[in-house]
């Protein structure tokens, strides 16, 4: 079973954590990558930037249009995510609570299942 955990961000629980939280954050973060990449679990891992630099292209009179910004004005956004192979739902919640934003109040992971993969020729 294929399983995509988000990562949910606040920017302002981000900017409130000290120098050794945010490195206890990216050590969690390498350690989570290495142990699920040795359990052939890890698929993929991505951050993403801001939304202030995004774009949103969506229908306007029948054809699409581009704006500036995120789709919708929220406190928290989609900061990344890691895709990952599990044999269960139990096992995609398990590896979740390792991720260190899971223990941090104020940031969220949502586990949702993959309904369909195509990843190119890798």
Do not use: N
């Amino acid at each position: 079973m294929k399983y995509l955990i988000l990562m949910q961000v606040d920017p302002a629980v981000l900017e409130q954590l000290t120098d050794e939280q945010q490195k206890q954050i990216q050590e969690g973060h390498a350690a989570f990558m290495a142990a699920t990449k040795e359990s052939g679990e890890f698929i993929a891992t991505q951050a993403l930037a801001d939304p202030s630099q995004s774009k949103v292209v969506r229908s306007s009179g029948g054809s699409p249009e581009v704006t500036d910004g995120p789709f919708a004005e929220s406190k928290e956004f989609m900061g990344g995510f890691y895709f990952i192979d599990v044999d269960s739902e139990a096992r995609a919640v398990e590896l979740a609570k390792r991720i260190p934003d899971a223990s941090i109040p104020g940031l969220a992971l949502e586990l949702r299942p993959v309904m369909f993969t195509d990843l190119g020729d890798q």
